[in-house]
């Protein structure tokens, strides 16, 4: 089996023997003579592998005990709506940092779930950087701060968090569990698992436990985080396949050293294709500010455009796949994420340098 | 390999050819070089699985042109909430048949997100069985009734549909494409994957494209029904996996006969153990009205219920697993899902007979 370098902006890639531990189980689940997806899921061997996954998560990314976790469905997408709902009471409000496409819809979902207004946007800017701390205006009574911190279609991240004076909730859906993050700034920390984590179809809600608390009978069960919590995320049936997959996932991510393993490869990686744009006399060249330079999604250009359609050409050629960039923005981008085999990333560096080389 | 006799009332079993051909493929999906799962949603190969998935539901189920079709997620439970919000205008009401746990979760979303009645409820005899046509009592001005085409709990199901003068959404979960359906009388079907049609994760949800005309702006994005009919189901990244899986299912009841083909099987197979059951001289007994026996989920007690770990445990040496009763009502349940194999259900009257014989 040939595989590709696969730099898809997501669904992401996954460990080989991730991929291949469920195929050897999912006729089968280790001798049980039914699949794991074919199991009720209050059965014990699922519980195991349910409960397993949240524990992955919170040793992983370090999450205290007064925050919970809950596997849920819809994507960061329905968090968009879920957030405020379950956050925001009657007489609040909450600041939105508008920093690219997501941090926008998180926004404008928001704005129909209660009282919301642009902590700061980046769009006079074309969504090119991320604010500096001080930019960020947070009005008074605020009862949360929205960041996004990272954005996949700019190529942009927050490259450390900041304390803004209130809580935070975060969109952290592209660069889930690859780098630390300092838990007191925030109350919601919400993702899709299908970037960094695993297939698609699960997302990871982060709720400190005080938010529970709230009044929260006015929602449909589902878009409850209290009832999702009470019910240890079991109280519909769960996406099975896709929380055990993420699990199989976070072994391999513990394997190789966890978020802060994740965080080494992720810089490292990022810094082998900046340094191809950088050190390719402007051949190639970065539309973004050095500072806030994604680590998961390398966004770039062809200072002559017309060479691009050779480019992806060629790379396709040689087994680099999914290297166009959003169809918003053009260009090319490079998606980093946690799986993705460093092997893949010299072959896409040597092939950069080799085809300035020939063109330039 | 030795397959249990899986009863479970979901995540339903499935056919094995199917989990052979996930495990065939989920590691390289058709020597593409990657899994399908690893793929972007926006990628041709996923685009055809996709839209398959969706023509195939359309094609089985004979839903004309002027249904739309959505893969969505969070379940029936989702849907619980969204039914009312997409469908009731601000000055419409709807009239639920609360016909048994389902019904009445139906209900209890609903009243959160618009004007709602009991348009009959069973709360009184135990939700032991369906209404008469007669009993349903729809209001003046109604948009629509909502009914729950078969209670997994109690056994029982609708075992005709009858016009009752306003369009009707219904969760059809548990007994989805399991027989053909009178779609003129529906403004909605809806139902999650994990019992009839794959595996968890994906809710299927049919909705008439004059629905999709209401103006649904105030409504947060993933909620809208319009938003992912305009997007396909792609307006966010859908539940690859699921879709596939479903997609396989589909493939698979194709080859034996269809929606047409399940009905036969599911009719042979639940009478297989109605008349097990009749024919026991009193030591099985069913609590549901006859006319109002699922073909889904068959519920059943032993007349001397201190027989029932003897009769579990049995069972279960057997290999007949999941035959446990919901915790809310015990005795015992056979599910028998489009994907069991009619063998299993041999299995298990030869079972019951040989048990009833020997403690009777």
Redesign the interface.
Known sequence: ????H?F???????P?TV??Q???D???FKG????L?????R?QIYDEIHHGTVNSLRRLYGAPDDVDILL???????Q??MAPMNVLGESDKAGYVLSGTWGK?AY??AQ??GTVYPAWTGAEEGYSRMPDPSEIIVEDDTRYLHVTSNETIGGIRMADFHDHGVRQVADMSSDYLSRPIPWDLFDVVYG?A?KNLG????AVVFVRRSVLDNDLS??????RYDLHSEADSL????????IW?TGLMLDWMEEKGGVEGMQGRASRRSSMIYDAIESSDGFYRSPVRADDRSHMNIVFTLADAELEADFFAEADAL?L??LKGHRSVGGARASVYNALPTESVRVLVDFMAAFASAKG
């Open positions: 089996m040939k595989r590709l696969n898809c902006a997501g669904p992401c890639t996954l080989v991929l291949e469920l195929a050897d999912i006729v089968d049980s003579g039914m699949s997806i074919e199991m009720s899921h059965a849920l469905q819809g994507g960061a997408s329905l968009f709506a819809k404008e979902d129909l779930c899709g299908q297939p698609a179809g699960l006015h929602l449909p069960s589902y878009l109280a519909n049936t769960p996406p099975v396949f896709a997959a087994g796949a999914n």
